[in-house]
């Protein structure tokens, strides 16, 4: 105990680490001391929660239990009082809803700790910032340090774009995306439930949609049920999105009738924008999406429906003479028109279900009902005309998840754009926040945790912590430790790595690690232009694998920086030796390994990139330490490795090539 | 096509390795060539193997697309003809039953496959094998080495025992338990279900039995069918372990009528052997008896039934006066002569209900009658001695897998002792075979997989394949790769071990697991002494996370048996040294973690042992490399190094000290 006090008062003394919370909340105290958790951790609830909070407390208990290895709650342990009191003020609703209280407050205190909050929801927030907390200590085997968090949402919509469409997502796995999403604190579970791929929701009325339009990989309404209670439970809203009037082909899998062009229609095997599109002329079509929406409406209890709206190419529109005709009776001067028309037909089927409209930036017409909320793709330009038009509005340009983008890149996106000084007070509170969408081309259940964890939680606490929170070494510290943190929940973002590429190299998975770890996958659409991908396509290449960002690329970028800024005091030099003297050798260890390999070939060339690029490195890093400027001729024989393979089959690229490149010219003095 | 081509001849010519099979089949013929398995992989049952072997063949196909990422079945690949035909000539029985035949012949071409069974059995046995055949291809992305494996198992009777009383064991926990064991075609899955520190099954005709001595924490009967069932769709029997007349604490909590001595009873939270038993002299005993395992009798199909029987210490039955009395009057001489008595009654309650009795060693008395069943956790010896008097037995001693030993200790021990052939044919035909044991007094749900997986797969094979199957380098190549693919079933044996580090050292785990890699847990009982442990310890520590073998240490050894084997070659002197050099940093590099960090810091005189013994295998390494022999001041100085902490807190100990101490000898020539 002696020696356990002498360690805490030097912990203090080099001083303690930020916690590890993500997202940042509003406003943070730091105390002195730290509340010991330990065998005899209880908690207890008071007030008026009712059983939300009850249960709540319940899988707090469970998951604490796992994140320490501690047997809780423990039938022998007699506690006096509780270690941590929730309180919470009332009921609330039983489900959540746009506007819901979120706020808390926490007291971590060496005697114990007291969470606070009006309604459930904040109580459920408050949790998962409790179980960020606890780390091991210096003194007790597990500790939260004495705080006082007060905090409440920044934005009060906070959501995931799921696409269980063009590949299915299994309920398990919709499940856990549910529970990494309520440990950032996101609120909003966005469902794109139908696409020309798949129509993945049972319809009683026309149960020939998913029958027909799924290839049996669809979800019943039971299951639709038991996702809305998990993800109440957890204070996420679930909205469905019913794509329509394009991506629609596997509707007219079974429906041929509704659509611009005759049948007959198989379901979509092939990934982009597709001609199909249900027939605006038609008013079987509206009384078909008045049978089918309003079924749906019933299932989901949430207020806001999302009916796509997105992407229709025209060219059925185009194609079809019945609609040339609709067109020219009607007056309309173009497929906008058309499409103008159509939203405007589908609010009122919408709203007559008691719904709110939820499409894409596309259904941003003149002739949209001011009610009608955008979400957009485009960017917070059309977010802040949409909010100028009255519209309420959520941003999800700059928060694509299946491009691939660093987590700091999603991370500078900030639902409020720079015209948000020209908007009113009124009009900027139509910015409601936005979502993280994730499209499935390139997802499987099996990638699809690495592709939303961790990146997805620097995006959700761009949309819940102040908008001043924006240092990025920071936010990656707290990332890096929010990663390890979701583990605990059984997602596989981490463990799924190792297993991934034991499926290529078996006994060799390790060496392989070596090249994956310094690789990214390409981003933005680039993946598609480089071979053919469709559905039945498997995704289990490297660059399926490989993780969305390098860390070993973020740090050697970080020592690049570090030597760059005094290039005379040399400091960062031995790390970036040591990393590019490894990966100098990638080539050569790795040669075998993926000459032998089908599945592997296509990344000699990778290998032998990595390795060229890390030798011109080293190279560069010579010329820095004797002083000299690197000749012409150097630079000029070496510089077109800087230049990556335009399509590469691998669909990977080396991380540190920007490094490299900075190497480079610092050693040419450019 | 040209290049895959040329590979393939490559590796053909260079020698393909031995399949990773597991258990080794009976038989197995290499013919050329390879299948391959790719998107359009199709499956084929015919034959009349019913529905059991059609769920089968679907299970499969799932578990080859997440094996190899291919998307199984595809509906959009056309498939000629079945890449795998199924043929099973019967549907055989429901269930899987002593005896049943699991014989298969599975024939792999270039052209295609065909797995042949009698029964469904068979084929199940047969699917894992070839599932183990995969692995990434030369030519194609997957494939199938051509072989001819006709395969059936040397003992009818390959089980493995769980201890859900002492730690409750999840269903979900149960149920992957089952689907490793299937994997490597163990048999039978024995169930403990009672015991001092736990009541784990629902009783509805004595509840309070369940309610009272769980703390919640109990199978309900529901659950137990659906075990039962799952199990059998895998070729797992179920058989139920009720721990009697000993190990009943947990009984007596709501029913100390039963007990020997007067209650109350509290469930037990300490390890060993305790006190309460049954009053064998109480008529109401076997009454209840009769009820109880009446009950469990209708609930377990398989016609065994195990009461336990073990660990009777005596103390309450010569505490009480009234079984003074009765061993009196019934003329007996000791305690055995009582537990004769009981186990005979017992035996006719279990007889009434169509069970056959399966006790451990201890019911071994004169008096048993001769349809009990003997499993031996004392040896080889004491199973020939019950196979001679007439009972079928089972061998546990040398499979206890909660001891820590290496899988090649395990590997050694063989059903059949020295004594078999003094046996006849038929008293050698009562050895049934054996079964792996874990007790979890040290085991939670979060370690168990560790503790069963990979050992288990290699008592797995000692009991299904040939007796002459039993070379330990070879059986090591394969278990590595059973580790790795045993994790495509969900098994956490390999993705827990990260996380467990991480929760006790967060970013810095991976210099954690530096030394984590090179510690085994204390082999036996030693753990118990080494400090207090009671059902509610947490079980969070570095020697929770620890596995039982360090491959790092066996590596180690591997290579020293090279280099001493001719020291004046110095082959494997490179790599030892390269690990030495690591192991000797270990203490400097975690000195910070280690001691800020409670749950770590016992681990400090580990750390700084590792690296000491490292140094001096330097040194001693130095002597042999200049060929001088070491002087007797350096080995009387080091050689107290030699010897470990007696009952070290960490319950870890240094993994290469044996390799260090072959060192040390062969340099000072001793």
């Known amino acids: 105990m002696g020696l356990g006090v002498a360690m805490l008062t030097l912990a203090a003394a080099v001083g303690t680490p930020r916690p590890a919370l993500m997202p940042w909340p509003s406003s943070i105290e730091r105390g002195s001391g730290e509340l010991g958790v330990g065998p005899d951790f209880r908690s207890a609830v008071a007030g008026k929660g009712g059983a939300l909070v009850e249960r709540a407390a319940k899988r707090f208990e469970a998951r604490l239990a796992r994140q320490t290895g501690l047997v809780l709650p423990s039938p022998v342990a007699m506690a006096e009082k509780a270690t941590l009191e929730i309180r919470c003020d009332s009921p609330g609703k039983p489900l959540p809803y746009l506007g819901m209280d979120e706020g808390y407050t926490l007291t971590v205190t060496p005697a114990g700790a007291t969470l606070q909050a009006a309604e459930p929801w904040g109580v459920l927030r408050g949790l998962e910032t409790f179980l960020q907390l606890v780390s091991p200590g210096s003194s007790t085997p597990f500790r939260a340090p004495a705080v006082v968090v007060r905090d409440r949402p920044r934005f009060p919509w906070r959501g995931l774009m799921l696409d269980s469409s063009r590949h299915f997502m299994p309920l398990d796995t919709v499940k856990r995306t549910l529970d990494g999403m309520a440990a950032v604190k996101l609120n909003v579970f966005h469902w794109h439930l139908t696409d020309d791929q798949g129509f993945r929701v049972e319809s009683r009325r026309y149960p020939e949609l998913h029958r027909m339009g799924s290839d049996g990989l669809f979800y019943t309404q039971e299951q639709v049920k038991e996702i809305v209670a998990y993800a109440g439970e957890r204070g996420i809203r679930v909205y469905p999105e019913l794509d329509i009037p394009g991506h629609t082909t ?48 019933a299932l989901f209890p949430d207020p806001y429906l999302h009916i796509g709206g997105d992407e229709v190419n025209g060219k059925h529109w185009d194609a079809s003479e019945r609609l040339v005709a609709f067109k020219r009776e009607k007056g309309f001067k173009d497929n906008r028109d058309l499409l103008g028309y159509f939203s405007q037909r589908l609010s009122k089927i919408v709203t007559g279900h008691g719904k709110r409209m939820v499409g894409w930036d596309e259904i941003l017409l003149p002739s949209l009902p001011r009610d009608s909320v955008v979400q957009s793709w485009r960017g917070q330009e059309a977010l802040g005309s949409a909010a100028k038009l009255g519209h309420q509005g959520l941003l999800s340009n700059g928060y694509s998840i299946d491009l691939m983008w660093s987590a700091d890149r999603h991370y500078a996106t900030d639902p409020w754009g720079k015209g948000v000084d020209q908007l009113s007070e009124a009009e900027r509170a139509r910015i409601l926040g936005g979502e993280a969408t994730l499209w499935s081309e390139f997802t499987t259940p099996e990638t699809v945790d690495s592709r939303i ?96 960002e390098s860390d070993a690329a973020r740090d050697l970028a970080r020592h690049v920086d570090v030597l760059l800024a005094d290039p005379t005091r040399q400091a960062g030099r031995r790390a970036i030796r040591v990393d590019l003297e490894e990966w100098q050798g990638l080539d050569v260890s790795l040669r075998p390994l993926l000459e032998g390999t089908e599945i592997l070939r296509e990344t000699m060339g990778l290998a032998a990139e990595a390795s060229a690029l890390a030798a011109v490195g080293l190279e560069a890093l010579g010329f820095l330490e004797q002083g000299v400027p690197a000749p012409e001729s150097w630079w000029t024989t070496r510089a077109p490795l800087l230049e990556r393979e335009q399509k590469p089959r691998t669909g990977l690229e080396v991380a540190y090539r920007p490094s490299i490149k900075r190497l480079m010219e610092a050693a040419a003095g450019r």
């Open 250 to 297: 596997s509707w007219f899998v079974s429906h041929p009738e509704l659509a611009s062009m005759p049948g007959p229609y198989a379901i979509e095997r092939e990934w982009g924008i597709m001609d199909p599109a249900l027939d605006p002329s038609k008013e079987e079509v509206y009384r078909f999406l008045d049978g089918f929406l309003g079924e749906m409406a």
């Open 453 to 548: 964890w961790p990146r997805t939680a620097a995006i959700a606490e761009r949309l819940w912590s102040p908008r001043e929170v924006k240092d990025v070494d920071d936010m990656y510290a707290r990332l890096d430790a929010t990663s390890r943190w979701l583990d605990w929940l059984g997602l596989d973002h981490r463990a799924g790595y190792p297993r991934m590429l034991e499926r290529l190299a078996g006994e060799r998975a390790d060496d392989l690690r070596r090249l994956a770890d310094v690789v990214e996958p390409l981003e933005d659409y680039q993946r598609g232009e480089t071979g053919h991908y469709a559905q039945q396509t498997p995704l289990n290449r490297l660059m399926d694998a490989a993780r969305p």
